[in-house]
């Protein structure tokens, strides 16, 4: 039996950032559809609280973001990614302003208003556009009205994409589209188009202790992996340093752009510690400020550090940091008169699925822009506030390459099937327990520092996991907790095949029986394709 079809020129998978900036360039002239598995505006892009990197200040140039950018890479940056993401910035964050986004401004002493830049780790230069410590929410605000005006763009909320459609178009294996759950009818969907872009996010969720939302569970890597993409540097998983630590406070980002302006990261006792490990303290990069902060809690038995912003001008920090200074009022703590108490948790996704500078992946008729993606922007460790900016450059580029696909032949895709599935309600219970077991598994061998004794068995338990996953799903009917599940042990097994086959320290990857960088043997990409890694 065929499945119900709907046709478009273009697919795009997510609501974020980079997939209403592709469907924002494309949709001018053709038919674009773009699903999301919730509400259009939940996003990782909407929580991003820090800001744009971009070059837009009369004293800083290009080569000084690209240096940045490329030192805190670890030498694993693409250089050609780095140069088009630092070049074309400026013009997307201009696009966004277009479009009516609201950055924060200061006024001149002469009267003119621009631009409030600020700074943060491992930043030469105050290039930081943001809107106040929401800019994510911001940018997804601008897009979502953009796209209002547009008659061939449809947002449907609600769908989860179970799996890439693959088909033969003149003999080419190729993406063809997208098979989806409606998660309202219980429903299998079929969405052809003669590109797909995953704007998927990232998969913090793999983790028990992320700063990222609920719906960060690795979808999109998981599907393109599946259906026959490389996938590449998945042993990079960035810890943001400084996430709230509050017994009746979930994981909450305190941004970079709080040290930026000052903040001292001390131990419980007051002292400083982040000079002792890096020459620019506090404004170090983002993984050596984690693993600052991991020694400082096992050396001290303490389970989190502090981060102090005490010194500052307490109607400053409430007007530069309105979210955070009221998410902690919440939870009881005045950030103008205690210190923040935070720990490092799970926060971004350096590598993906391999693309080109155009945002193509090796598996024709994909395309893939965002967290999802493996740029080579980020290398080892990406620099702060590049990710915003790379999913607006990458997205519009995805956009512009895309464009120039054939459409598909009639009929292409009357063979694809409906999903795997039983015939029994999901069991909630038994997908929390598996769940969780996955999570405890990834905090406790696949952290900040590894060891490859911890990986092996890491993967050993992995593989169980994934055994008691694939019998939920052969027994219970379609269910999105399931369908994200079976894609979160994928994922896992992706960042741990990866970790074991780097055998040095770099970046974001710290493994203690290998822990010089190795720049001879190991400068270059993980790479993983049908089981193989490259």
């Known amino acids: 039996m065929m499945l ?24 001018k002239d053709y038919r674009v559809v773009v699903l999301t598995k919730k509400d259009r505006a939940e996003s990782n892009s909407n929580y991003a609280q820090g800001g744009i990197a971009g070059v837009v200040a009369p004293d800083d140039e290009f080569a000084l973001h690209e240096k940045d950018t490329l030192t805190a890479g670890a030498g694993l ?18 696009d966004l302003i277009a479009l009516g986004a609201r950055f924060s401004t200061v006024r001149t002493p002469d009267g003119r208003e621009v631009l409030e830049l ?19 929410w911001e940018c997804e605000r601008t897009l979502l009205a953009a796209t209002r005006t547009l008659k061939n763009l449809r947002i ?29 009818s219980g429903e299998f969907h079929l969405f052809r188009a003669r590109s797909v872009l995953l704007a ?14 609920a719906i960060a569970t690795g979808d999109g890597v998981a599907m393109a992996y599946r259906a026959g993409a490389s996938i590449a540097n998945m042993e990079f998983i960035q810890f943001h340093p400084t996430a709230l630590y509050h017994p009746r406070g979930r994981s909450f980002l305190i941004s970079e752009a709080v040290r930026g302006e000052g903040g001292i990261l001390r131990t419980r006792d007051g002292t400083p510690f982040m000079t002792g490990y890096h020459p620019l303290a506090d404004l170090a990069p983002r993984d050596i400020v984690a693993r600052a902060i991991h020694t400082e809690r096992l050396k001290r038995g303490e389970p989190c550090v502090f981060l102090d912003i005490t010194h500052l001008d307490a109607e400053f920090v409430k007007r530069r940091f309105p979210t955070i200074y009221q998410r902690c009022m919440e939870l009881g703590l005045d950030i ?27 598996l024709p008729g994909l395309y893939a822009a965002g967290e999802v993606a493996c740029t080579g922007v980020h290398g080892a460790n990406r620099l ?6 790379e999913a607006m450059v990458f997205g519009y580029r995805a956009g512009q390459k895309a464009a120039q696909e054939d459409a598909l032949p009639p009929g292409t895709g009357h063979d694809v099937a409906v999903p795997p599935h039983g015939p029994h309600r999901c069991q909630m219970d038994a997908i929390e327990k598996t769940r969780s077991r996955l999570q405890s598994v990834m905090d406790e061998y696949v952290g900040i520092v590894r060891t490859t004794d911890g990986l092996n068995t890491a993967l050993a338990e992995i593989h169980e996991v994934r055994r008691d996953a694939e019998s939920l799903l052969a027994h219970s009917e379609p269910c999105v907790d399931l369908y994200e599940l079976r894609n979160m042990v994928e994922v896992a097994a992706l960042i741990v095949q990866c970790a074991l086959a780097r055998r040095e320290s770099r970046g974001l990857h710290y493994n203690t029986d290998y822990p010089a960088t190795d720049d001879v043997h190991w400068r270059h990409d993980t790479v993983v394709k049908a089981g193989i890694v490259q």
């Open 4 to 27: 119900p079809t709907t046709d478009a020129d273009f697919l795009v998978i997510g609501s974020g950032v980079a997939g209403l900036t592709y469907a924002l360039h494309v949709a």
């Open 156 to 184: 449907l909320e609600h769908y989860f994409v179970v799996d890439l459609a693959i088909g033969d178009v003149a003999g080419v294996r190729r993406c063809i589209g997208a098979v989806a759950l409606d998660a309202r």
């Open 336 to 362: 103008t008169r205690e210190w923040i108490p935070v720990v490092p948790a799970a926060h971004y996704q350096c590598g993906g699925v391999r693309t080109d500078l155009w945002a193509a992946t090796d």
């Open 200 to 213: 998927t996010g990232g998969c913090g969720q793999v983790y028990r202790h992320t700063t990222n939302p």
């Open 77 to 94: 940056c693409h250089e050609d990614a780095v140069h088009v993401l630092v070049t074309e910035g400026p013009d997307r964050i201009r």
């Open 384 to 389: 702060a506030s590049n990710s915003l900016l």
């Open 118 to 136: 600020g700074r943060e780790g491992g930043h030469s230069r105050n290039r930081i556009v943001h809107a106040v410590d929401r800019t994510g």
